[in-house]
């Protein structure tokens, strides 16, 4: 690593911490010229994946895309940072398992919405509405009454 001060790019690893899904270590480092401590996070680097769009344009998949979306759907909902991280860790997950480079976006937003529907149904109907583009009251109320049927 290069350190952030002088760039001298030898350094000691004092501290190593792994994430609790196990996914990421992060490394609490001191630079052997000028003694400044810093951390790195050393993560996974997932496969190329892309996303295929409905008009079948395709773009890079966008980890922070998903986490948005979700964030989006939770807010001010009962839903604690574990929870969060949890579900969205879960998506990427099950994306990555797909084992495909070109992932249809609607496969993507039923994974979030299966997520979603397990964690927060107000979240859930959330995302529903924006993602599957509800145009009234009655749609609202349709994905309700089925949310309300899966339940029993």
């Excluded at 350190?3 to 196990?22: A, H």
């Excluded at 924006?130 to 029993?152: T, W």
Aim: aromatic content about 8%; some cysteine; overall charge positive.
């Amino acid at each position: 690593m290069i350190c952030p001060r002088c760039s001298f790019q030898e350094d000691k690893v004092i501290d190593s911490r792994i994430s609790k899904e196990g996914n990421s270590v992060r490394r609490r480092r001191e630079c052997i010229k000028c003694s400044h401590r810093f951390t790195t996070l050393e993560e996974i680097i997932p496969t190329e994946l892309y996303v295929i769009k409905h008009d079948q344009s395709r773009e890079d998949y966008k980890p922070n895309k998903i986490r948005d979306g979700i964030k989006k759907a939770c807010w001010k909902r009962p839903v604690s940072e574990d929870q969060f991280d949890h579900a969205v860790n879960n998506v990427q997950m099950e994306i990555e398992n797909l084992a495909v480079r070109d992932v249809p976006s609607e496969k993507i937003g039923q994974i979030i919405m299966d997520e979603l529907k397990n964690l927060d149904h107000i979240a859930y109907v959330r995302f529903a509405s924006v993602y599957r583009q509800f145009k009234d009251v009655d749609e609202f109320i349709n994905e309700i009454k089925s949310l309300k049927k899966s339940e029993k």
